[in-house]
Structure formats: C-alpha cells, structure tokens
C-alpha cells in the first residue's frame, strides 16, 4: 500500500501577510505602455529578487498579449499563465503605483473594457500550488475588505500593511465575536 502527502486545500491567511510584507511598495512605476511599465516595475525590484527578470518580463508580456488581468477599481495582477517558479524564492507579493493608469483596451470577467489601471499587485511563488492559492486569496480579499479601498487612496505603506492585516485576520475568522 502506498500513501501520498497531501497539500492542504488553501493556506493560511498569514501566508499572504507575508508574503505582501516581504514585497514592499514601489510608490512610482513609470511607462506609458504594459511593455514599459512591467520593464520598469521588474527592473524595480529589489537586489534580493533574485529571479530571471528578463524570463519574468516575456512571460508577463506573453500572458497580457493574450488576455489581460485588470481586476476593477484601478488594479491589476499580472501573472504568467505558468507561473516563474523560484524554487528556493519565498512567496512575494509586491505593491507597485503606477506614476500613469494604464488603459486596458479588452474586458475580463472582474472589469470593464477601456478600464484604467494605476496599481499593480506582482505575485511570485516558489510553487504553482502556492501561486494559485494566494492569487484566489488576494483577489477575495480585493473583493471583500478594506484593503481595496486603502490602496486606493495609497496610504502609506505602514497603515497599507495594517489594513492587509486587519483584512487578513477578518477572512480568517469570519465568526469571531459572533457567540456560539
């Protein structure tokens, strides 16, 4: 008989904290089009990153070339279809403002054609597993918390992580206070 590990279904809220905490904020991307914002946007990104920047950007590009990823509400997750995987790279999720939106001219099923976008959220994992769960975690948490509403008024990174915080611990115990 043999016997297999299973990966748990999800991962814990935390797991996203960090990951966002170890990303960091860039307060200013500058490009007037995806192929220059997301150069700029990696190019941007900390020494300790230490990933193929050149594999990251043709693989962003690849996936906005077939179907762009703008969310709503002025932000966007581009991520690879396969995603660059970082073996020995924790799960990170970096905070970029846009100087200029970035106008994406197709639909998706979470915005409107013609949408603007001003902030972009990169995600990089070291597993495509993890890379999916913290994806469809972000974007619950975009649809449900009050992390939207901070990046959209870009609070400073300090009160941003509180929020994501605050958020993250609502989502995971959503029936805390609640008597039983």
């Known amino acids: 008989m043999t016997t297999t590990t299973q990966q748990p279904d999800f991962l814990a809220p935390n797991e996203l904290l960090a990951a ?7 307060p200013r991307v500058l490009g007037s089009d995806r192929y220059e914002v997301f ?42 279809r396969y995603p660059l995987i970082v073996p020995s790279f924790p799960s990170t999720l970096r905070t970029c403002y846009l100087a200029e939106p970035l106008r994406y001219s197709e ?19 070291p597993v495509e597993t993890e890379h999916d769960q913290l994806l469809a975690q972000l974007r619950t948490l975009l649809e449900t918390s009050v992390l939207r509403e901070n990046l959209r008024l870009r609070v400073p990174p300090s009160q941003l992580l509180s929020a994501h915080r605050a958020a993250s611990l609502s989502a995971a115990h959503p029936m805390q206070g609640n008597p039983t």
Request: glycine share 10%; hydrophobic share 45%; proline share 6%.
């Open 20 to 26: 966002f905490e170890r990303g960091g904020v860039d």
């Open 107 to 125: 639909a998706s099923r979470f915005s409107q054609e013609g949408a603007a976008v001003d902030i972009i959220l990169l995600l990089v994992c």
């Open 39 to 80: 150069r700029n946007l990696i190019s941007g990104l900390p020494a300790a990153w230490q990933i193929d920047r050149q594999s990251l950007l043709d693989r962003l590009l690849a996936r906005e070339n077939s179907a762009g990823v703008p969310i709503g509400h002025g932000i966007a997750i581009p991520h690879p």
